[in-house]
Nanobody, 116 residues
């Protein structure tokens, strides 16, 4: 059994910043990657970012490249998503995952709202 808990969401003005955190409980020895997806009301789930467990490789969805940065720390127990230059279209529930190969476990999500 594994649990992932996200935090750091909230309401922010356009152009502002937030940092999301995701902490994993349970076994972490076999984790391959961690990352983030998001889903806005009425939209499909959208890939945001992933990072390898050693922190050496990462990639981002086209809509967030240049604005968001993913990082991993605390011996693979915590993954962060630094979000800068936030736009209203970034409003969504953000979900953290950890993967062992192709198998993913998910957190419950944290709400990010970008509005004046």
């Amino acid at each position: 059994q594994v649990q992932l808990v996200e935090s750091g969401g909230g309401l922010v003005q356009p152009g502002g910043s937030l940092r999301l955190s995701c902490t994993v409980s349970g076994s972490i020895a076999s984790i391959t990657t961690m990352g983030w997806y998001r889903q806005a009301p009425g939209n499909q789930r959208e890939f945001v970012a992933w990072i390898s467990s050693d922190g050496f490789r990462a990639d981002y969805g086209d809509s967030v490249k240049g604005r968001f940065t993913i990082s991993i720390a605390n011996a693979k127990k915590t993954v962060y998503l630094q979000m800068n230059s936030l736009k209203p279209e970034d409003t969504a529930v953000y979900y953290c995952y950890r993967a062992i190969g192709s198998h993913k476990a998910w957190g419950q999500g944290t709400q990010v709202s970008v509005s004046s």
